[in-house]
């Protein structure tokens, strides 16, 4: 228990601590407000559980980096508690003979006693991994434009919290020791009692002034380190959980949000400021706990680009700390992202895997800023690379970026059946959508025509559009130009809707268009069951319509197309029709949700990669041949064809084929 004249002070430091802590929280939900929309509060409980996963589950960070994110459950999970062990110390020290009774109490010393040491070893280790072994993951090239002051900043910050923390519990550690010592043993706090006899000379006075000063410290350092919260990356402790309980409900993590073009009132296209972002956007700075985890994931980054999805973050953050008070009262938020967030090259190598999004221990979407950054300099600016000229007339004109004007059925020409269009086939139950690439590429035309096979094959009625297809549109929207995305949308829809295909399925060889037709066209009025050729496969082999012969047992490594599987979670099925085909899968060191892009993604196939120190592709397909499989199976004609070149720049060093062809093979 105080003195009265302590509990006189501590209820004024209170008082300081409250107000500016009221202050610099609210400057930072005023500046979040500041973002466009709201953020997403529908369906509450649901969210609510999220975030409450989001805090006990840490992002499941556990998926890498294992032993520091073992450490970080002890840090975290402890500093949790310590919630619990600060309202206990306070009121003990308010409150005459106050204790936390029977079993609870001995429950309740038992968790402080261990969640201090956690805490304190999992700090110490973060102390050395940072200061003593200079881990390179925490570090950034210095062709990526970072804030000067994040570089000096960033240490200095995780310093500052690593003490804070390690001050905080080290003495409310310590005072246990000293209680320890002036009461009796304690076997509920079997380390704190270890270290009591440290104190076994001192009188009683003494005993109870360690103890009373390291309550004080303790306690003191909260209220101190409250009002800097927001200023630190330690606010990912509950900006992170709050990220995940608001965050709009996407049907995948690469699904876009469309424009109203039909709003009179919008005056900007896209992003350009800060305050451009939607408001979940901008709390993801505050979110951000400066990890690189996304950095390490990005194949842009490894590949020597100069976009590092970090940096993003940390730069608006910084942009953020250095203008919090005046951005929070209201003042104009003037330069442009460009400016000081991220460089043009950046904007324009991201092949939008989604890779940053999936491994963010803290639900943050770096890969959302740079897409709409996108929009900003196609459509208000008309600032973008100029090869992507050529993809965009294309669309405009023939409705395909490949510019071609060709029969877009002319793919089938050498298979031994006819390939009915729905015009020829109003009946059909299943529309096969061939997309661009299958009705103009040679190298996926091969797909096509395997698909097609299949489906002859199984005796599934299926027609396809012919001359009526059109691009989806999905390099327009990942490219920025979002009006050409919504007219070709719109147009397709259309079409859909009208031969009756929102209440059949679809089935397409294109992840990109899977992607697009089934996540994406449902904002616009088109709902559509849509089935990728893989997942085709293996229910057709499932149900018997398809007999494989299975004995080849070939050695074959899966490349997974980044839009099929971390975009939309499909795995499993194209294994399974490769292992049904006869081949023994080699699986390379980064599959299934950690897998490495092919480097089409993005628009990235229709214009030139920017400089880094080796292509996407090139890197990938490194990765292929050191499985030792003489077959790279691939599921998408955009990975087939960056796959195929690749393989050709090392002399063809494996057979680049389509799960498709590789069925087409092993049909009994």
């Excluded at 003037?334 to 963010?360: F, K, M, N, Q």
């Amino acid at each position: 228990m105080l003195t009265p004249t302590e509990v006189l002070l501590f209820l004024l430091l209170v008082f300081i601590s409250v107000v500016a802590t009221v202050s610099t929280f609210g400057d930072m939900a005023r500046v979040i407000g500041r973002g466009q929309g709201a953020l997403a509060l529908d369906e509450l409980p649901r969210r609510l559980v999220a975030g409450v996963v989001a805090l006990f589950g840490q992002g499941r960070i556990i998926r890498h980096r294992r032993l520091t994110s073992l450490l970080h459950f002890g840090v975290a999970w402890g500093f949790i508690f310590y919630f619990l062990v600060n309202a206990v110390d306070v009121t003990e020290g308010l409150v005459a003979g106050f204790e936390l009774p029977g079993p609870a109490g001995d429950i309740f010393r038992l968790l402080a006693d261990i969640f201090s040491v956690l805490v304190l070893v999992g700090v110490l280790y973060f102390i050395i991994r940072r200061f003593g072994l200079k881990d390179p993951a925490l570090t950034t090239r210095d062709n990526v434009k970072l804030n000067p002051n994040a570089r000096v900043g960033i240490p200095r910050d995780s310093l500052v919290v690593a003490l804070f923390i390690l001050l905080h519990v080290g003495f409310r550690f310590t005072g246990q020791t000293f209680a320890i010592a002036a009461h009796g043993s304690d076997p509920w706090q079997p380390f704190a009692n270890a270290l009591a006899g440290l104190w076994g000379n001192l009188s009683p006075a003494a005993l109870t002034f360690g103890w009373h000063a390291s309550w004080w410290l303790a306690i003191g350092l909260i209220l101190m380190f409250l009002p800097y919260f927001p200023y630190t990356k330690h606010a990912h402790l509950f900006m992170g959980p709050l990220n995940f309980m608001t965050r709009p409900g996407r049907r995948s993590i690469g699904a876009m949000d469309p424009i109203d073009f039909d709003d009179e009132s919008i005056e900007q296209f896209g992003v350009a400021r800060l305050t451009d972002l939607p408001q979940t956007q901008v709390l993801d700075a505050f979110a951000c706990i400066m990890c690189n985890r996304c950095q390490e994931a990005c194949p842009a980054y490894n590949t020597g680009k100069e976009l590092s999805p970090a940096a993003l973050e940390i730069n608006k953050r910084y942009y953020l700390r250095e203008n919090l008070g005046q951005l929070g009262k209201g003042a104009e938020d003037t330069p442009r992202l460009l400016d000081y967030a991220i460089s043009e090259s950046a904007v324009w190598a991201c092949t939008s895997c989604g890779a940053c999004v999936d491994v963010c221990p803290v639900g943050n979407e770096p890969m959302m800023d740079i897409l709409q950054i996108r929009r900003d300099q196609v459509m208000m600016e008309s600032a973008f690379p100029s090869e992507l000229k050529g993809a965009f007339v294309g669309m405009e004109r023939t409705r395909n970026p490949w510019g071609m004007t060709d029969d877009r059925l002319a793919w089938a020409a050498p298979l031994n059946f006819e390939v009915p269009t729905v015009a020829d086939n109003p009946d059909f139950e299943v529309l096969y959508w061939v997309g661009c690439a299958g009705a103009f590429d040679p190298k996926a035309q091969e797909i096509a025509r395997a698909i097609a096979t299949v489906l002859h094959t199984a005796g599934v009625n299926f027609a396809v559009l012919g001359n009526d297809e059109s691009c989806t549109g999905d390099t327009a929207r990942r490219a920025g130009n979002e009006y050409l995305f919504f007219e070709m949308a719109t147009g397709n829809i259309e079409l859909l809707n009208e031969i009756g295909a929102d209440k059949k399925r679809i089935v397409t060889g294109c992840p990109h268009c899977y992607h697009t037709l089934s996540n994406e066209y449902k904002d616009l009025g088109g709902s559509y069951q849509v089935m990728h050729h893989t997942q085709m496969i293996a229910d057709l082999v499932g149900r018997g319509k398809l007999r494989l012969n299975g004995q080849k047992l070939e050695q074959a490594t899966f490349h997974d197309p980044c839009y099929l599987g971390r975009h939309n979670g499909v795995y499993d099925e194209p294994r399974e029709a490769l292992a049904r085909a006869g081949m023994v899968l080699l699986e390379m060191d980064r599959s299934k949700s950690n897998s490495f892009c092919c480097g089409a993604g993005g628009a990235q196939m229709w214009k030139e990669e920017e400089h880094g120190t080796q292509t996407v592709s090139g890197n990938r397909f490194a990765e292929a041949r050191r499985t030792g499989a003489k077959t790279l199976a691939v599921g998408c004609p955009f990975c087939a064809r960056m796959m195929d070149d690749a393989n050709k720049e090392t002399g063809e060093s494996m057979q680049v084929l389509d799960v498709a062809e590789v069925v087409v093979a092993a049909l009994a």
